[in-house]
């Protein structure tokens, strides 16, 4: 036999070994990708005839925020701030992946679009969240007494928007009198100053900042009881109050149920501090001809305020002139003090 005979014998046995022998080449990432495609285009038939490989970083990166984007829980507070700042990351880096990696236009032009469109969404939403605004002397009143109760910035504002004025009484001018001014037309919260109610020139109590100056007339004209004051009431100093027209009013919060239930709310809570004050003037001098039962009756009578000749018995402007007004529910007793009770002897 030849040497070129025996040559081509070994060229066809090496053929055929290496045929026979599978020889791992490193391609085994693009056999398996070459599977997932066929069964792509088994389920799409005709959509795609060759594939290309995994795209640009950029690409991967949009396609992560958009992915977190639809993951985030809506019960994180800035929900819909962190959801509008992911879908403009994507969006850039979907718009950067169209000018570099593959260069078309088309994807440049649409995402540029979608990003306008989200910042013009974005601004629109810190329009409408921004803070309301109202006077900064009313900023105390808010926080004292409205935002314990979850009242938002936006609806005090509307409330004091809703022909909420604001007025001022110097010292001694007279914000009520006796028997002579009617109740019926106005509420007010005293904004800074003090007031002293009196009734025949007998100190019944004080009315300090952030409390309603009319809350019990207000109560009393509702239930059809009163028309009128049955107590007068001084500036002890520079005054400061927002006062609501009655009717306004009431139709305004017939048209927020919400602020309706905060509104009786804190009224109530209001006559009661000032039921308080009272309780406490008697147990710092109780009077023989007058005690809390009779406080109780009148109050349940169909007259809305006890008769105010027994309550001048309770003691002249001097006995209460050192008079520091209950502390609010809530505040810490002063130290060795106890809570004030309102039970009393129940003799009729």
């Not at 795609?48 to 949009?62: I, K, M, P």
């Not at 809570?269 to 039962?293: A, C, F, G, H, S």
Request: aromatic share 10%; glycine share 6%; proline share 5%.
């Amino acid at each position: 036999m030849s040497a070129t005979t025996e040559a081509a014998a070994l060229g066809t046995d090496a053929i055929d070994v290496a045929t026979a022998v599978p020889v791992d080449d490193g391609n085994g990432d693009d056999d398996a990708l070459s599977g997932v495609e066929d069964i792509i285009s088994a389920i799409l038939p005709g959509a795609c005839e060759t594939w290309n490989d995994a795209q640009h970083v950029l690409f991967q990166l949009a396609s992560i925020c958009f992915l977190l984007a639809l993951l985030l829980p809506q019960v994180i507070k800035p929900h819909t701030w962190i959801f509008r700042g992911l879908l403009i990351l994507g969006f850039i880096f979907m718009c950067l992946w169209g000018g570099i990696a593959v260069c078309i236009t088309d994807v440049i032009g649409w995402y540029i679009l979608f990003i306008v469109m989200n910042l013009v969404h974005v601004s629109y939403l810190a329009y409408v969240q921004r803070e309301a605004e109202f006077e900064k002397i009313l900023e105390d009143v808010y926080a004292k007494i409205f935002q314990p109760l979850k009242v938002s910035r936006d609806t005090f504002a509307n409330l004091v928007a809703a022909r909420g004025k604001i007025f001022e009484l110097k010292q001694g001018d007279v914000y009520a009198v006796e028997k002579r001014t009617t109740s019926e037309d106005r509420i007010a919260i005293l904004i800074s100053g003090t007031l002293r109610v009196s009734c025949e020139d007998h100190l019944l109590h004080y009315i300090y900042p952030n409390q309603f100056i009319d809350s019990c007339e207000w109560e009393a004209f509702r239930l059809n009881q009163g028309k009128q004051f049955q107590v007068t009431i001084t500036a002890e100093s520079p005054c400061r109050y927002i006062c609501w027209p009655r009717e306004h009013l009431k139709y305004y919060l017939q048209m927020d149920p919400f602020l309706d239930a905060v509104f009786h709310n804190i009224i109530g809570k209001d006559i009661i501090t000032k039921l308080y004050l009272l309780n406490e003037q008697l147990i710092r001098k109780p009077p023989k001809t007058l005690n809390m039962v009779d406080i109780r009756n009148s109050v349940a009578r169909d007259d809305p305020t006890f008769t105010m000749q027994r309550l001048s018995q309770l003691g002249s402007p001097e006995d209460f002139a050192a008079f520091k007004p209950l502390s609010m529910p809530g505040d810490k007793p002063p130290p060795g003090g106890r809570p004030l009770s309102m039970s009393f002897e129940t003799t009729v």
